[in-house]
């Protein structure tokens, strides 16, 4: 069974895999309308069921539309309206979406329903963001790094702002390709010593700052994310602690000349970054999420083995 669940349990083979298909597959339908369907078609016949227990339009969409594009067909759930919104159990509904649909992806408020999703379906689980990681926002933003150029061993990954999910799947993917995080967060909103302690432990150069500017310094990449993400509730808290991590020209001007900006989306413009950062040459941020559906379609073809990559 190939669940897709987080960077860290994947080889660094599997990772390069993923993100090679990913570049083939966008490649090879430059030009096309966005519904036709891959010229191998390597998913038809095949369902995705999608649960969103939080509010999404990347991860929604581009789910969606990779499955599309691979051949195959899209059942989209929300929470709320399916029977775990009345309290089934994630176990039975497992267990019998297992037996509807030949993959299931979870956006989940907790890392746990989706860990409990994968114990019982007897088919494969992806992970399309819980509380914990975001793994499939990471293979984006990484094809987004390649095509701008840069070699991802021994480049510098530098993080501005809140030590959250998405900054965790970076530093699962650092020790898989030998890239370098850097990573500037105040006291409070780090990552966390677990997180840390064992993505070193398996080889990721991480480093942790309190200045932004240091973090940054020679940087080939600046990513940044909200400050209040959906469940935060400290959110006065958040905004005075994060406020001297913006992103802005200034910041900005510490990496390298060449190097490009990152944001997962949605952003909150003057808050954890400026427009002119996001709207200057630098930004990939339009590219990044683009790139999501891509991602997803060598996530999805890896777990069901019909990659060309297989």
Avoid at 170 to 179: D, N, P, S, V, W
Avoid at 186 to 204: H, N, Q, T, W, Y
Wanted: some cysteine; charged content about 20%; hydrophobic content about 45%.
């Amino acid at each position: 069974m190939r669940h897709f669940l987080d960077i860290d349990r994947l080889a660094p083979e599997e990772v390069r895999a993923i993100l090679d298909e990913a570049h083939a597959r966008k490649r090879a339908r430059q030009g096309w309308p966005k519904g036709k369907v891959d010229a191998d078609a390597p998913l038809s016949g095949y369902v995705l069921a999608a649960i969103f227990e939080k509010n999404s339009t990347r991860t929604r969409v581009s789910f969606d539309a990779a499955m599309r594009q691979l051949g195959g067909q899209t059942l989209v759930m929300d929470a709320a309206t399916s029977q775990l919104g009345r309290g089934e159990s994630i176990a039975d509904t497992a267990r019998v979406l297992s037996r509807m649909v030949d993959v299931i992806a979870l956006r989940a408020n907790s890392h746990n329903s989706l860990l409990e999703l994968a114990h019982y379906a007897t088919v494969p689980v992806v992970n399309g963001l819980t509380d914990f990681s975001h793994p499939c926002q990471i293979l984006a933003d990484l094809m987004t790094l390649e095509e701008a150029g840069i070699t991802l061993k021994g480049a510098k990954i530098a993080w501005a702002g809140d030590g959250n999910n998405v900054l965790t799947s970076f530093i699962h993917a650092a020790a898989k390709l030998g890239f370098h995080v850097a990573a500037a967060c105040p006291a409070g909103f780090r990552p966390s010593e677990e997180v840390l302690a064992a993505g070193r432990a398996a080889g990721a150069v991480v480093e942790v700052f309190d200045n932004p500017a240091e973090a940054i310094s020679g940087a080939d990449c600046v990513v940044t994310d909200t400050w209040v993400s959906m469940g935060d509730t400290n959110v006065g808290e958040r905004m005075q602690a994060l406020g001297p991590y913006q992103v802005n020209e200034a910041l900005m001007a510490q990496a390298k000349p060449e190097a490009i900006f990152l944001h997962c989306l949605p952003a909150h413009r003057g808050e954890e970054v400026t427009s002119a950062v996001m709207d200057g040459p630098q930004s990939r941020i339009f590219d990044e999420a683009e790139n999501r559906i891509h991602a997803q379609k060598a996530v999805l073809t890896w777990c069901l083995a019909q990659g060309a990559s297989q």
